[in-house]
C-alpha cells in the first residue's frame, strides 16, 4: 500500500503528523520521515526502502529468534509443563516427540489451510465488503479530496480505536488513576519508605507530563503502546501454572472480557466516530461509541499492567508431572 490511491495517500499523511505529534523533535522527523514538505514521490522512495529491505531483515531476525527459542526452551504443550525436565536414558524428553515428521506435517498443514483462505479471499472475495480493500483504495490520490471516514486496514483497527478515544478527557483519568495508584502504594503498599516516596515522585512527574503535552501525542503514545505491551507478555504474567487448565475459572472470564472489548474496538475503529450517536444527560452530551472506546482502552491496559497482581490470585489446580493425553 504506497501512497498512490487516496486511502494510502491519506495514511501517509497521518503517518507524518504522528511524527510531528512527538514533541520537541516532531517537525524535524516528520520532514524526515516525509521528504518534503508534503506527501510526494519522495515519501515513496522512503517507505518502499522501508518495506523492502528493513522488513524483510526484521522478519528474518524473528524467524531466527523463534528457531533459538524453540531450540534452548521447547514447544509448549496443553498443560504447560516443562518436558525436558523428564528425559528418558537415552537423554530424549519423555513426553516430547521428534519434529520431523510430527511437526513439518502438522506445519505442512497449517499452511495449505492458510493459502487455501489466501487464495479464496484473492480470487473470489479480495474487497470482503469493504474491510480488505476499501472502495477508496481504487480512487487515485487526490490531496483536494478527503473521503468522509478512513479506517487502517482490519488488524489495526482496534489500536486505531485505542489512538481515537485518547482526548483530553481521557488524559485527565489516565492523571487520576495514576495519583490514585500513587496514593494506595503509599498507604498500603508493603515496600520501603524510599521506595514509596520514589514512586510519589515518578507519578507527579508523569501527572505534570500528561497535563503539559497535547492529547494528540499521548493518543501516539497509546497507540504505540498498546502494540509494544505485547511483546512483554511473558514478563508479566506471573501465574504458578502456565496452562489455563489449571488456572482458576474466574481467570476465564477475565480473557473472555478482554476479548470481547478487543473485538469491540476492532469494529469501533473501522466505524466512522460518533457511529452510535450521543447519549444526552441534561446540557451534557456523552459520545457513546467515544466513551466505549475508552472503556476498553483502560481495560486493555488494565489487563497487561495488573496481570502481575491479578495473575497470581484465586486457587490453582496440581498440574500433573507428566503430560496428559487426551484422545481427540
Known amino acids: 500500500r504506497m501512497p498512490l490511491c487516496q486511502v494510502s495517500f491519506l495514511g501517509s499523511r497521518v503517518v507524518v503528523n504522528v511524527c510531528g505529534a512527538i514533541p520537541f523533535i516532531g517537525p524535524d522527523l516528520a520532514l524526515l520521515c516525509c521528504g518534503d514538505c508534503v506527501v510526494s514521490g519522495d515519501t515513496l522512495i522512503r517507505y518502499v526502502s522501508c518495506r523492502v529491505i528493513a522488513g524483510p531483515e526484521v522478519l528474518v531476525g524473528l524467524v531466527v529468534a523463534h528457531l533459538i527459542a524453540l531450540h534452548e526452551v521447547g514447544s509448549n504443550n496443553p498443560d504447560g509443563i516443562q518436558i525436558k525436565a523428564k528425559r528418558g536414558p537415552d537423554g530424549h524428553p519423555l513426553d516430547g516427540i521428534p519434529s520431523h515428521p510430527y511437526y513439518t506435517v502438522h506445519d505442512i498443514f497449517g499452511v495449505v489451510v492458510f493459502l487455501t483462505i489466501f487464495s479464496a479471499v484473492i480470487f473470489f472475495a479480495p474487497e470482503a465488503g469493504g474491510y480488505f480493500l476499501e472502495y ?193
Open 136 to 328: 477508496n483504495n481504487f480512487i487515485p490520490a487526490d490531496s483536494l479530496k478527503t473521503p468522509n471516514h478512513i479506517a487502517p486496514v482490519w488488524y489495526f483497527t482496534p489500536f486505531y480505536s485505542m489512538l481515537r478515544a485518547t482526548t483530553d478527557d481521557m488524559v485527565n483519568v489516565f492523571a487520576l488513576l495514576i495519583a490514585a495508584a500513587a496514593v494506595w502504594n503509599f498507604i498500603k503498599g508493603k515496600s520501603g519508605m524510599g521506595l514509596k516516596v520514589a514512586a510519589v515522585v515518578v507519578a507527579a512527574v508523569v501527572i505534570f507530563l500528561l497535563k503539559t503535552f497535547d492529547a494528540k501525542f499521548w493518543g501516539v503514545v497509546i497507540m504505540g503502546g498498546s502494540v509494544i505491551i505485547l511483546f512483554f507478555l511473558p514478563w508479566l504474567d506471573h501465574s504458578e501454572v502456565k496452562s489455563i487448565r489449571y488456572r482458576p475459572s474466574w481467570h476465564k472470564y477475565v480473557y473472555g472480557v478482554f476479548v470481547f472489548l478487543f473485538l469491540i474496538l476492532g469494529y469501533l475503529g473501522i466505524q466512522a466516530p460518533g457511529v452510535w450517536g450521543n447519549l444526552v444527560i441534561g446540557s451534557f452530551a456523552l459520545d457513546i461509541a467515544q466513551t466505549i472506546s475508552q472503556i476498553g482502552t483502560l481495560f486493555y491496559f488494565g489487563f497487561f499492567l495488573l496481570m502481575p497482581w491479578w495473575s497470581r490470585k484465586g486457587e490453582f489446580k496440581t498440574v500433573p508431572e507428566r503430560v496428559v493425553f487426551a484422545a481427540h
